[in-house]
C-alpha cells in the first residue's frame, strides 16, 4: 500500500486520472504503467513514449568556485566541460565505491552566468545531498572568489522524459532551439512556445534512459502539467504515448544500462560495473580516487554481464549464477524483453565466466534454468542511414 | 462460468467445483479477473504435471509478468487430473475469458470439508475491494 510519506510529482494528478497504476519507487508515488509494460516499451521503440521523470533530483551548483568543486566532487573530469555540454559521471566513496551515478550539464542563464545540473538518482537524493554537505562546509562554500551556491531544486521543477525516433517531431514545435541539429549528451536553456508554458523557459538534453533517441526536459513544477498536454496533443497523431517507469526499467535493461540499487552500489566500484571510462584518475582530486587508482591495477573479483535465458522463466534480482552447482555470480536485474521476446538479464560473475559466449546455469526459485553471457547492450536502435 | 457461480482463495485463485462421473468432486482451477488485471503484461505460466498432488494453500505453479513471478496456490486438497496446455500459447488472452478458456488445472479434490474455508463471490469482492485502497 501506498504511505503517506510518499512524494507526488506535478503530475500526480494527472497520472491518476488517467488510468496510471501507481506504485511507491524510492520515495515517490509513480505510474508503473498506464496500458501495459510491453505495449508501451514497444511503441517507445518504434514511435516514442514521454515518461514523468520529476523523481530525479536535480541539484544546481552555480558560483566562480562551482567548477572546481564539482570537479573535486565527481569521478569524470568536468571542470572543463563546455557550454551545453553534458557529461556522465560517478559519486564514490573514499573506498571508491558507487554512491551514485549522475549526470552533469552545465548551462548558462540569460545574462551568460554558468551554472550546473547534476541530475542524481531518485533513491539516493538524500544521501547525495548529504554528501555535498559535508564535502561543502561554509568556509568552502564561501571562500572569497571562489563561492558556491547550490540548491536542490528537484521539488521546483518537473523533469519529463521524451524518447523515441519520433521525439524531434514531437518536441520541435515547442522549443526555441533547433533540436535536429543539437548533438547527442548536448543540451541548453531553453524557452517553451506554448501558451501554457506562459513564456517560461526550461532545460532541454539531448539525453536519455531508453536506448533511443530522445531528450529530457526540465519545466517548472506550475507549467509542467500543462506542457505535459500539450505534447500528448502533439504526440498523438505521431503514435507517441505516456509511459510509465515499467516501460522505462525495460527499455534501459535491453539497452544495456546500469540502475543504482541493482548493478550499482556502495559495494560495486566502477572498473567492476563496467564504467571505468566514467573515471579520471589524474587531475582534480575527489573522495575515492586514490582508492581507485589502487583498484584499477587488480583484477577484478566480479564483472558485469549481460544473460540470455535459453527458457521462458526470466532470472531476478538476487538470483545465483552457476556453474557446475558452484556459484559464481549473482543477478542484478532481469526482465522479459519486450523487444527480443525472451527473458534478459543483467549480473556480476566471476572475470573467468565473463567471457561472451559462456553457457552457465541461473538458480531461479530452486530450479537451474540455462543462460549464456552475450554483449551488452541486448538492444542498439537501428542506425540511421543516409535516406532523407 | 460466471464469477458468482465459483469459490475464491484469498491469493486470487478461483474454483469451480463439480461432480465428475464417477461421483469424484473436481476443482477446476483458474486465476480472477482482478488478480489478471493487477499481473498484467504476462509472459510465462508453469503449471504442474498430471498426477502431481497437491494441498491446498500451497504452490502448484507460478505465473511470470514483465514485472515479477507470482506463486499460484492451490485451493484444494487433491490430485491434478488435467492441465490446460494451451494456456502457455495464449497468456495474452487469458485475461479476456480469465473463467473459461483460462482455466489453469483440474484437481479431484481429496477432502470436501476444507472447501467451507474459501471464500463465496461476495466476500471475495468485499477482499479485493479492500486491496484497492
Redesign the interface.
Known amino acids: 500500500m501506498l504511505n503517506n510519506a510518499t512524494l507526488h510529482t506535478p503530475l500526480y494528478d494527472w497520472h491518476v486520472a488517467n488510468g496510471g497504476r501507481m506504485v511507491e519507487f524510492a520515495g515517490w508515488v509513480m505510474p ?2 498506464y496500458t ?3 505495449e508501451e516499451h514497444k511503441i517507445t521503440r518504434v514511435a516514442g513514449g514521454i515518461a514523468d521523470i520529476s523523481h530525479m533530483g536535480r541539484l544546481r551548483f552555480e558560483g566562480p568556485g562551482a567548477a572546481v568543486f564539482l570537479a573535486e566532487l565527481l569521478t569524470r573530469r568536468v571542470a572543463d566541460i563546455a557550454d551545453g555540454q553534458i557529461r556522465y559521471s560517478l559519486v564514490t566513496n573514499e573506498q571508491g565505491g558507487i554512491l551514485d551515478d549522475v549526470l552533469v550539464g552545465r548551462y548558462h542563464n540569460d545574462y551568460g552566468q554558468p551554472y550546473y545540473v547534476v541530475v542524481v538518482n531518485a533513491c539516493n537524493r538524500a544521501k547525495i545531498v548529504e554528501w555535498i554537505g559535508t564535502h561543502l562546509p561554509r568556509e568552502r562554500a564561501e571562500r572569497p572568489g571562489h563561492e558556491v551556491i547550490w540548491t536542490d531544486v528537484t521539488r521546483l521543477w518537473a523533469m519529463l522524459a521524451i524518447q523515441g525516433p519520433r521525439s524531434v517531431e514531437l518536441l520541435q514545435p515547442l522549443i526555441d532551439a533547433n533540436l535536429r541539429t543539437m548533438k547527442y549528451y548536448r543540451g541548453g536553456q531553453v524557452r517553451i512556445l506554448h501558451p501554457a508554458a506562459r513564456r517560461q523557459g526550461g532545460i532541454i538534453s539531448r539525453t536519455g534512459y531508453t536506448g533511443e533517441d530522445g531528450f529530457e526536459l526540465s519545466v517548472g513544477a506550475g507549467i509542467a502539467p500543462g506542457v505535459w498536454e500539450a505534447m500528448l496533443e502533439i504526440g498523438k497523431p505521431l503514435g507517441i504515448v505516456p509511459t510509465g517507469i ?1 516501460a522505462r526499467d ?1 527499455l534501459r535493461l535491453e539497452a544495456g544500462m546500469p540502475l543504482y540499487g541493482h548493478e550499482l552500489s556502495e559495494q560495486i566500484d566502477p572498473f567492476q560495473a563496467g564504467l571505468g571510462f566514467a573515471c579520471h584518475l589524474v587531475g582534480y582530486d575527489f573522495p575515492g580516487r586514490d582508492a581507485l587508482l589502487k583498484i584499477k591495477e587488480q583484477t577484478a573479483k566480479f564483472v558485469r554481464v549481460g544473460l540470455e535465458m535459453h527458457g ?3 532470472a ?1 534480482q538476487d538470483c545465483h549464477i552457476l556453474t557446475d552447482s558452484k556459484k559464481v555470480g549473482c543477478i542484478t536485474s532481469g ?2 524483453s ?1 523487444s527480443l521476446g525472451r ?1 534478459i538479464a543483467m549480473g556480476y560473475v566471476r572475470p573467468e565466466f565473463a567471457e561472451v559466449g559462456t553457457e552457465l546455469q541461473i538458480d531461479i ?1 530452486g530450479r537451474k534454468e540455462p543462460a549464456r553471457v552475450v554483449q551488452l547492450p541486448f538492444y542498439s536502435r537501428p542506425k540511421k542511414g543516409n535516406k532523407k | 462460468m460466471t464469477p458468482e457461480q465459483l469459490l475464491y482463495t484469498k491469493s486470487h485463485e478461483w474454483a469451480y467445483v463439480q461432480d465428475d462421473p464417477s461421483g469424484a468432486k473436481i476443482a477446476t482451477v483458474g486465476l480472477s479477473a482482478f488478480a489478471l488485471e493487477l499481473l498484467t503484461d504476462l509472459v510465462y505460466v508453469d503449471l504442474p504435471e498430471v498426477g502431481r498432488r497437491v494441498s491446498a494453500g500451497e504452490p502448484l505453479g507460478e505465473i511470470e509478468s514483465v514485472k515479477a513471478v507470482s506463486d499460484l496456490y492451490s485451493p484444494v486438497d487433491g490430485e491434478v487430473v488435467e492441465v490446460n496446455t494451451a494456456l502457455a500459447d495464449n497468456l495474452a488472452g487469458l485475461a479476456d475469458d480469465p473463467y473459461d478458456a483460462g482455466w489453469f488445472v483440474k484437481i479431484r479434490i481429496a477432502d470436501e470439508s476444507l472447501l467451507a474455508g474459501l471464500l463465496d463471490y461476495a466476500a471475495y469482492q468485499k477482499q479485493c475491494a479492500e486491496e484497492e485502497h
Open positions: 508503473v504503467q501495459s509494460i510491453i515499467g525495460t521462458r522463466r526470466a531476478r526482465t522479459f519486450p527473458p526459485r
